[in-house]
């Protein structure tokens, strides 16, 4: 599907929770590894909900994993052998990951992200609006809605049951919260 080529570039895998994006970044990179290419995979330190060194889909795929808590951390680990750079919840990473995308790309490396595209209140998610804008490739993937079955492209965050509000923080963690994949019709926020 994506060209080998000597210039670097980005592609980015994105939609709501449980739409596959780790999936589709796992067998990207397993591919590449099979072409014999060297690839590095960063995550985001805060992030773990999981194995602390490994990507692990909801489906149960792994994949090796480096957390690290700032853009810089990738682009000072990233060597010069390395061809393929995979970044999976690229939601988290502060805003300068886009113009870290951006020098990886320069530099010649094919640079795969991941992320969620919003936040469980359907707005735009942190630095990934902006790297869908720069990105050569996108990929928008859809979940399926648990409430009705059509295509998912929403994350719904659940307290207690209860439909979350606009006014709550985007990142919680370690809270009790429960997230599913809805449609926008089945999507809620309380106002
Ligand atoms: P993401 O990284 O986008 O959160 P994953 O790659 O971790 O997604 O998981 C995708 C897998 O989640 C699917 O292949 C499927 O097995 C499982 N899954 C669980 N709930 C759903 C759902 N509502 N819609 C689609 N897939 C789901
Ligand atoms: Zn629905």
Redesign the pocket.
Known sequence: MYKISNSGWIEIIV?P???????ELIRRLRRVRIARQKTQVFKPALDDRYDKSNIV???GDSIEALAVDHPEGILQRVGEETKVVGIDEAQFFHQRLVSAAEELADRGKRVIL?GLDRDFRGEPFGPVPDLMARAEYIDKLH??C?NCGEP?TRTQRLLDGEPASYDDPVIMVGAEEVYE?RCRHCHEVKK
Do not use: D, F, L, N
Request: proline share 0%; glycine share 12%.
């Open positions: 939609g929770m449980y739409c596959g994006k780790s999936e889909s909801h489906s991941a979940a399926i648990v998912a994949a």
